[in-house]
Nanobody
Framework: QVQLVESGGGSVQAGGSLRLSCVAS????????MGWYRQAPGKQREFVAA???????????DYAGSVKGRFTIPRDYARNTVNLEMKNVKVKYTFIYYC????????????????WGQGTQVTVSS
């Protein structure tokens, strides 16, 4: 049973914008922290952004330093969706992007303690 589904990846030119979406089952997204990670071939997945369950924009969001000011992670509560808004993208942002959520709604340092989507490829060209 697929519980996290990403979409919106594709090709974009450097300096452009892209929106990734992650639709989650209600049981997963409700009152849970939602996050985005990214991974290059042969590399470990790395944190991109996370949004807490609260509806106060900004106070419950966290970003990797490399994307702060360029990415935002808005949640659409009505659609059980968390998005990743990417602006002024760079070639080095070419990765597979994954949506995730803690299995037990508690943060963990182990990737095994998270639901993961199948990933969506983002390719930024110069």
């Amino acid at each position: 049973q697929v519980q996290l589904v990403e979409s919106g990846g594709g090709s974009v030119q450097a300096g452009g914008s892209l929106r990734l979406s992650c639709v989650a089952s209600r049981s997963i997204i409700s009152n849970n922290i939602m996050g985005w990670y990214r991974q290059a071939p042969g590399k470990q997945r790395e944190f991109v952004a996370a949004a807490g369950p609260g509806r106060s924009t900004g106070r419950s969001q966290d970003y990797a330093g490399s994307v702060k000011g360029r990415f935002t992670i808005p949640r659409d509560y009505a659609r059980n969706t968390v998005n990743l808004e990417m602006k002024n993208v760079k070639v080095k942002y070419t990765f597979i992007y994954y949506c995730n959520a803690p299995l037990n709604k508690v943060l963990s340092t182990s990737y095994a303690d998270y639901f993961w989507g199948q990933g969506t490829q983002v390719t930024v060209s110069s």
